[in-house]
């Protein structure tokens, strides 16, 4: 619940108002459901709250695409050594 409200308040401006909204209700939902005993209702709210927030995500990686995320994965510089090994059997 915390990373989805912290996600909504970072994101709130690249979501429309029905995707925040239907996402505040879920959140509702889910603390009043956390409120009571029972677990198949608490369950259900969580499964509601990832289908709803499923959207926050989505524009989450778009902006870290965005500010250049997959660009370090195409450089190639990951300072890999290729090195050989033996393995020594220290058991004499």
């Not at 429309?16 to 879920?26: F, V």
């Not at 959140?27 to 499964?47: F, H, R």
């Given at each position: 619940?915390?990373?989805?409200?912290?996600?909504?308040?970072?994101?709130?401006?690249?979501?429309?108002?029905?995707?925040?909204?239907?996402?505040?209700?879920?959140?509702?939902?889910?603390?009043?459901?956390?409120?009571?005993?029972?677990?198949?209702?608490?369950?259900?709210?969580?499964?509601?709250?990832?289908?709803?927030?499923?959207?926050?995500?989505?524009?989450?990686?778009?902006?870290?695409?965005?500010?250049?995320?997959?660009?370090?994965?195409?450089?190639?510089?990951?300072?890999?050594?290729?090195?050989?090994?033996?393995?020594v059997n220290e058991e004499k």
């Amino acid at each position: 619940m915390h990373s989805t409200k912290q996600s909504l308040e970072e994101l709130k401006d690249e979501i429309s108002d029905d995707e925040k909204s239907a996402i505040e209700t879920a959140l509702s939902e889910l603390e009043e459901s956390i409120k009571g005993d029972d677990k198949e209702a608490i369950d259900t709210q969580v499964q509601n709250l990832s289908e709803k927030a499923q959207v926050l995500a989505q524009k989450a990686q778009e902006k870290a695409t965005a500010e250049g995320g997959e660009d370090d994965k195409s450089e190639g510089n990951d300072d890999v050594v290729d090195a050989d090994f033996e393995e020594v059997n220290e058991e004499k």
